[in-house]
């Protein structure tokens, strides 16, 4: 039976619907399987599509129905402009923290001269897309830029590697527990950005199929209260970064007071530093910044 581009296109749309999943998930897996832009496949929707590929699109949009999210299908998301390779391994990218990669180049912009030398951890690097990312935004600067990625998996590790390696992003990646690996080299470093697992283990069955059961438990769950990471690296923090420096970290909606507090206890009364809180584009509290 021959099927037409936009009856395919309908049918799935009316079938995911029915299971809860956006519609958009149709188009996505459309153009996935077809290798079309949406423009084009907009301006083929009368063409009749290739039973093989038929048959492919359809077995991913009932996969795609029990919860399986379309990243993992796809093996891709978009991040910051960039195709990332994603995998079962390591978080599917979130728009928030597209806002704390930019919140952290346009700190670089205001409080570093163009021509200073910078190094930069990402910690909990997953996929690699903070890292990558930076690696990327600040290659053209006039001072040298070190980027350096730390994870405990080593399965994430080996898809942040190949992201880096696909988008020719210079980043030297660490497999370790937090900032231990820099620690034990005694350096210093000038930028530290994170987006750790800070969801608390009570609000498992609260989060949607897809995150629950796909995401990676190590990269969502920060303890019973969700700060379990925080706590860790505030202690290391005040080791680590340099007179001047900034630590980014990204946030639960509801941890605005929390890690600040955690932050300013591990420095001590004699710290000259400061924290700040900031929104994200929906009005919550999504990112504590550090200052040494």
Same mark, same amino acid.
């Given at each position: 039976?021959?099927?037409?581009?936009?009856?395919?296109?309908?049918?799935?749309?009316?079938?995911?619907?029915?299971?809860?999943?956006?519609?958009?998930?149709?188009?996505?897996?459309?153009?996935h399987h077809t290798g079309w832009s949406r423009s084009r496949w907009l301006a083929e929707l009368q063409s009749e599509m290739d039973a093989g590929i038929f048959e492919a699109f359809w077995a991913d949009v009932e996969r795609a129905s029990t919860g399986v999210p379309v990243q993992h299908l796809t093996g891709v998301e978009q991040f910051y402009g960039l195709e990332f390779r994603v995998s079962p391994d390591v978080l599917i990218p979130r728009p928030e923290t597209e806002e704390l990669v930019d919140g952290?180049?346009?700190?670089?912009?205001?409080?570093?001269?163009?021509?200073?030398?910078?190094?930069?951890?990402?910690?909990?690097?997953g996929s690699g897309i903070i890292a990558v990312t930076l690696a990327k935004e600040l290659s053209e600067r006039a001072g040298e830029v070190t980027v350096e990625a730390v994870d405990i998996s080593a399965a994430a590790l080996e898809t942040a590697r190949e992201n880096a390696r696909v988008l020719g992003a210079d980043v030297r990646f660490w497999e370790g527990d937090?900032?231990?690996?820099?620690?034990?080299?005694? *350096?210093?470093?000038? $930028?530290?950005?994170?987006n750790p697992p800070?969801? %608390?283990?009570?609000? &498992?069955?609260?989060?949607?199929?897809?995150v629950r059961e796909f995401d990676p438990a190590t990269a969502l769950f920060g303890g019973e209260d969700g700060l379990v990471l925080?706590?860790?690296?505030?202690?290391?923090?005040?080791?680590?970064?340099?007179?001047?420096?900034? *630590?980014?970290?990204? $946030?639960?909606?509801?941890?605005?007071?929390?890690? %600040?507090?955690?932050? &300013?206890?591990?420095f001590g009364s004699g710290w000259r530093g400061g924290v700040e809180v900031r929104q994200d584009l929906n009005g919550n509290d999504r990112m504590v910044f550090v200052y040494r």
């Open positions: 039976m021959s099927v037409r581009i936009y009856e395919a296109l309908q049918r799935a749309s009316s079938f995911l619907e029915k299971q809860n999943v956006e519609r958009g998930v149709a188009e996505v897996l459309l153009s952290v180049l346009r700190e670089i912009k205001v409080r570093y001269p163009d021509e200073r030398p910078l190094r930069i951890v990402d910690v909990g690097t937090l900032l231990e690996p820099l620690l034990l080299k005694g *350096a210093t470093v000038d $930028i530290v950005v994170s800070y969801i %608390p283990e009570g609000e &498992r069955e609260n989060l949607a199929v897809n925080y706590r860790r690296m505030a202690e290391q923090l005040p080791w680590l970064l340099a007179v001047d420096g900034f *630590a980014a970290f990204e $946030i639960g909606y509801d941890q605005g007071e929390s890690v %600040p507090a955690l932050m &300013r206890a591990a």
